[in-house]
């Protein structure tokens, strides 16, 4: 494994392991114990003005969408390979829902998944996270951390990043320690609790079904 990975603990030390399901079927919750790390870059007040948003939608739509999303949360494959397509085709590529996405971190490989799907900039941002969930199943279980990384190279190569810029994103350091500052921001803010959640125009939601998804975007735009 590369040099990155210890800077990344050392300046992010993430909470290493596993999520717990809830009793529903369609979210994972967030781990008990705070991210370790949380208050150190608090106290160094750190700057997440720096981060991108990622949106995809009219800036002008009368629904916006917020997703809170971990890239190693089952769930929120589901949500990405299932109802985002139908709820894209309908709502966003007709201007009338906005939607903005926002990472989750459980574990270091959902921050490494991060990296490399900022890697590409916002034109890039959504096709490679299409790759990263379609392909879950398949990275997350690579291995241990040396194949976890590689098996993440790889989907850069594949959205056609080179090789240099994927292993500048992966050993920014300073970009991980603000994405998790970043996250914990949004999560207090919004009180996220488990993934997927989605803010319905300034309404917490959890997740759902595409009709039901449905409804509630309908009911918005004839309100």
């Known amino acids: 494994m590369t040099r990155l990975m210890s800077g990344v603990f050392a300046a992010v030390a993430l909470v290493a392991g596993a999520y717990a399901l ?3 079927n369609s979210q994972t919750r967030l781990p008990e114990l705070p991210l370790v790390g949380a208050a150190s870059a608090q106290e160094a007040e750190v700057d997440t003005s720096t981060i991108t948003e990622m949106v995809i939608g009219a800036e002008d739509a009368p629904v916006t969408l917020i997703e809170y999303a971990s890239y190693t949360c089952p769930h929120c ?3 990405h390979t ?3 397509p139908q709820l894209k085709e ?3 590529d007709t201007g009338k829902v906005k939607l903005i996405y926002r990472e989750v971190y ?3 490989y959902g921050l490494w998944a991060s990296l490399i799907a900022r890697c590409g900039g916002p034109e890039k941002f959504f096709g490679i996270s299409d790759l990263i969930y379609k392909g879950q199943s398949d ?3 690579a291995g241990g951390a040396t194949e976890v990384i590689d098996a993440l190279r790889k989907i850069g190569g594949i959205a056609g990043l080179d090789k240099d810029r994927v292993e500048a994103c992966l050993q920014d ?3 991980a320690q603000t994405l998790v500052s970043w996250y914990q921001e949004n999560a207090e ?3 996220v609790e488990a993934t997927p959640s989605f803010v319905l125009n300034g309404t917490k939601i959890s997740n759902q079904s595409y009709e039901q998804f449905k409804a509630l975007i309908d009911a918005e735009l004839e309100g």
Do not use: H, S
């Open 139 to 141: 990275w997350t279980r």
């Open 90 to 92: 309908e709502y966003i």
């Open 173 to 175: 350091n300073t970009k």
């Open 106 to 108: 459980f574990d270091r």
């Open 22 to 24: 809830t009793g529903y």
């Open 77 to 79: 494959a589901n949500f």
């Open 189 to 191: 803010k919004d009180e």
């Open 82 to 84: 299932g109802v985002l």
